[in-house]
């Protein structure tokens, strides 16, 4: 009875050493990555994915619901941050709260008609709010350049006081950048997963009507998770126009809805880390595919298509279940 | 002016017609099986691609007739092949897996038919306006309105009438016992998507002869086929024979007044039943979950 607890490791102890492993792999990227034919802008691409995936893996993975239009928040949170930096002044700080605020107010707002819905048909209803907002960007030539997307606006070095980041032309420092916003939000979300909070959704993804007989607020849960995950959606939506210096509607539309979901699910949806795995793995098929010049929708549509049938726990999942079996 | 609204009110009319057959089969296949088939405007692709290639063996009539019931067989095959595996797991699984399946389908029928746009011919008759003075409706537009009513009806039929139409109701509401009481669920959602996919390819042999055929022709109409079942309400085909109907008219009616609006007219539609009737026009209520 007891000889299964023995033998498995700590709970506590795994985490610890992946985190580790993690973290030291992020860290040292601008060592490590050039050897394998990578650049430096890669791995920023990489946590840009990785972040939108997470956040939207805050729904998915650990409310139980699913939204099929996350792109909506994340191309809302580049368009917020492109026009802030194009209009309003050149400071990425600013441009990433202008982004993230866009793209989270809107996800808050569409959340408060989707929380009655349940299984396909709230995918649907965030599918089809995910083309109200791409139709905006598309057809509202004036502001956002609609089909060519948002130009003309760059990244700005930061001025600590004391100290200025020149994450303008230095693209080490930028990656950087990145990635102490991207742990300083999944270190935030991380909190949020593991508060009591967390653990209701928990709850309420692993039996919905258990939950509301014990008396919690189901819907108010799914409506602030879908506002805390929109929220994070559109700050890496944010680093995005940062990274590229640019805002394409089609970050908006429902195709790259699905490659954030197809993100999450390839790493492993049931996990933490997965979708940081799953963005590894997309963008160097991603990278692969783009040398492509005709099938790559077959190329693409076959991956997808076989993962959910022989991959369907994703890369993190599979090793978690091996782990412990 | 009086020409203008009648021109946009037919032109809302057929694209409705085209948003009902589409989102009748995607409703069909949600009910019974809880899968939102993306790949629905890939399906009507291929329906309106067969009929070009059987026009030349056949002719357009011929084509008409054929063309969707090979729809339906392919559209078997796939749910036999791929979809079936993901009934019992997470939608999350059926959504990325026909939004894959599009993918696929899209490029092949770009392999297999060309990149460029190709006419689908229709019979001289049917290219002739009807009157002088309507010179904007041709009959090809009175037919296509026709053939979908005929259809719509046909459905309804099929459902009220036939055994497999009876079962497909019966498990739309209450799959379990359907199942308990000896039929065949695994069969009944394969013919079922053979439905729902013979509707797919009717709408696109309708759709090519309109406006010709290329690759991602479907693309366009997916979006407002789920805001029709959407705004109908979930669980209720009249509802979405309705929803199809009233964004299409709506949409065509704002071209009139702010063509820009056109689309934008859906989405509020549907924002708007959202908030005031969240189950949708004819929805019912224990239809949510």
């Given amino acids: 009875m007891s000889t299964p607890l023995a033998t498995a490791p700590s709970p506590a102890a795994r985490p610890w050493r992946q985190l580790l492993i993690i973290w030291a792999l992020l860290l040292t990227v601008p060592l490590w990555l050039p050897l394998l034919g990578g650049y430096t802008a890669m791995a920023g691409r990489v946590l840009v994915f990785a972040l939108a995936a997470m956040s939207f893996n805050m729904l998915l993975g650990f409310t139980g619901v699913m939204s099929f239009g996350h792109a909506a928040y994340f191309g809302l949170g580049a368009y917020g941050a492109g026009l802030c930096l194009k209009f309003v002044a050149a400071s990425t700080p600013l441009a990433m709260l202008a982004g993230t605020l866009l793209g989270g107010i809107a996800g808050t707002l569409f959340g408060l008609l989707l929380v009655r819905r349940r299984g396909v048909y709230f995918a649907m209803v965030t599918i089809a709010f995910g083309q109200v907002c791409f139709y905006i960007a598309y057809k509202w030539d004036d502001l956002t350049g609609g089909y060519d997307g948002l130009r003309g606006f760059a990244r700005a070095p930061i001025d600590l006081g004391f100290a200025t980041l020149d994450i303008a032309n230095n693209g080490t420092l930028f990656y950087f950048f990145i990635l102490l916003v991207f742990g300083l939000a999944v270190g935030l979300q991380a909190l949020v997963l593991g508060s009591p909070f967390g653990r209701t959704l928990l709850a309420i993804r692993e039996n919905e009507r258990r939950a509301r007989f014990l008396g919690l607020p189901v819907e108010r849960h799914i409506w602030l998770s879908f506002s805390i995950s929109c929220f994070f959606t559109a700050l890496a939506g944010s680093l995005y126009a940062l990274l590229n210096n640019f805002a394409d509607p089609l970050g908006l539309n429902y195709i790259m809805s699905g490659n954030i979901v197809m993100i999450t699910v390839m790493g492993g949806m049931r996990t933490f880390w997965g979708p940081l795995v799953g963005a590894v793995l997309f963008v160097m098929l991603q990278d692969y595919v783009s040398s492509m010049t005709t099938n790559w929708m077959f190329f693409v549509g076959m991956t997808f298509v076989l993962v959910v049938l022989f991959f369907p726990r994703g890369l993190m999942g599979m090793l978690k279940r091996k782990a412990e079996a | 002016m009086l020409q203008l609204v009648l021109f946009n009110l037919t032109n809302g009319l ?64 796939i749910e036999k092949l791929l979809i079936r595996h993901v009934y019992a797991r997470n939608h999350i699984y059926s959504l990325l897996l026909t939004f894959g399946l599009g993918f696929i389908l899209q490029d092949a029928c770009r392999f297999i038919w060309g990149p460029s746009p190709l006419p689908l011919g229709i019979p001289d008759i049917l290219s002739l306006p009807i009157t002088a003075d309507l010179f904007f409706i041709t009959w090809y537009r009175v037919f296509m309105v026709v053939v979908v009513i005929v259809a719509v009806a046909g459905l309804f039929a099929f459902l009220r009438y036939t055994r497999v139409g009876m079962r497909i109701r019966a498990g739309t509401l209450d799959l379990d016992t359907v199942s308990a009481l000896g039929v065949n669920v695994a069969a009944l959602r394969s013919y079922n998507f053979a439905v729902g996919s013979f509707l797919a390819g009717l709408a696109g042999v309708l759709a090519a002869g309109q406006i010709g055929l290329n690759p991602n022709m479907g693309d366009d109409l997916i979006m407002p086929s789920f805001i029709a079942i959407i705004v109908g309400g979930v669980g209720s085909l009249t509802g979405t024979l309705l929803g199809g109907l009233l964004i299409g008219v709506a949409s065509a009616l704002t071209t009139v007044v702010y063509p820009a609006g056109a689309e934008a007219v859906i989405y509020i539609i549907m924002a708007l039943v959202l908030l005031i009737r969240p189950r949708g026009l004819l929805g019912e209520e224990g239809m949510l979950t």
């Fill in chain 2, 14 to 77: 057929i694209v409705g017609a085209f948003y009902v057959l589409m989102a009748l089969g995607l409703s069909l296949i949600i009910n019974l099986s809880n899968v939102v088939n993306f790949a629905h405007g890939n399906f009507l692709a291929i329906g309106g691609y067969l009929a070009f290639t059987l026009t030349p063996y056949l002719g357009f009539w011929g084509a008409l007739l054929v063309s969707p019931f090979l729809t339906a067989i392919f559209g078997y095959i």
